[in-house]
């Protein structure tokens, strides 16, 4: 079965730098990406999504990379602010499937 | 579009005691998912519905587990004979139809003691 493997774990920035978030899975089936935003005390909240026959999507500060071939996708976050502290999750779905397979998690903190 | 409801939002029970958690998914969503998400973790999936029939269940939904979604509307996980390790939160999202990511619940957390 797919595999997805995140990094880092934990990250701290400081306010108004970038935030990159790294992930690989195993199953080149894999064709849909999501990435989701989790607060304390809340569900998974879908904040961007890449479909495999596109390699870069764009949704104001946060942006997503897929490469195929080496099979990686990135979460970019430019100009944080405090609210985006958070666990940030990276998932994939098989072409087949329906189930999503997700990492382990990133905790991002903002510093002010 | 109310979102994804669960009840309750907390549960704290005793080893061997069975308990049941309901999920009432965004309106027109035929599809319906639980997952598990223990500390520190990813969600885990362990069922997936289409409309009312149960199409995928997780080697972690062991013979004490059991889902339904009677009528394709709301669904139930019941977990019976409760063990310490089945503490976890336990979250329930929707989609509609076609490749869209599922829209996830604020989750049950149980505890059990």
């Known amino acids: 079965g797919e595999n997805v493997e995140q990094h880092p774990s934990t990250l701290s920035v400081q306010e108004g730098d970038s935030a990159v978030i790294k992930c690989t899975y195993s199953?080149?089936?894999?064709?849909?990406f999501p990435w989701y935003k989790q607060e304390l005390g809340k569900g998974p909240q879908l904040i961007i999504d890449?479909?495999?026959?596109?390699g870069e999507k764009k949704d104001q500060r946060i942006a997503v990379t897929l490469n195929k071939t080496a099979k990686h996708f990135s979460l970019h976050i430019t100009e944080t602010q405090p609210e985006d502290s958070a666990v940030y999750f990276c998932?994939?779905?098989?072409?087949?499937?329906?189930?999503?397979?997700f990492g382990g998690g990133t905790r991002v903190l903002v510093k002010p | 579009d109310t979102g994804v409801s669960q009840d309750p939002r907390h549960k704290i029970t005793k080893r061997g005691q069975n308990v049941t958690f309901r999920c009432d998914p965004i309106s027109e969503h035929n599809r319906l998912y639980w997952y598990r998400q223990t500390l520190g973790q990813g969600p885990e999936f362990l069922t997936y519905?289409?409309?009312?029939?149960?199409?995928?269940k997780s080697r972690l939904l062991s013979d004490r587990f059991s889902a339904e979604r009677p009528k394709g509307s709301f669904s139930t996980l019941e977990i019976q004979r409760t063990e310490q390790g089945d503490s976890a939160m336990y979250l329930c999202?929707?989609?509609?139809?076609?490749?869209?990511?599922?829209?996830f619940g604020p989750g049950t957390r149980l505890t059990v003691t």
């Open positions: 890449i479909r495999s026959n596109v």
């Open positions: 999202a929707s989609s509609p139809g076609g490749d869209r990511a599922p829209n």
């Open positions: 998932a994939a779905r098989e072409a087949a499937g329906n189930k999503l397979t």
């Open positions: 199953d080149s089936a894999s064709n849909y």
């Open positions: 519905f289409q409309n009312e029939a149960q199409l995928e």
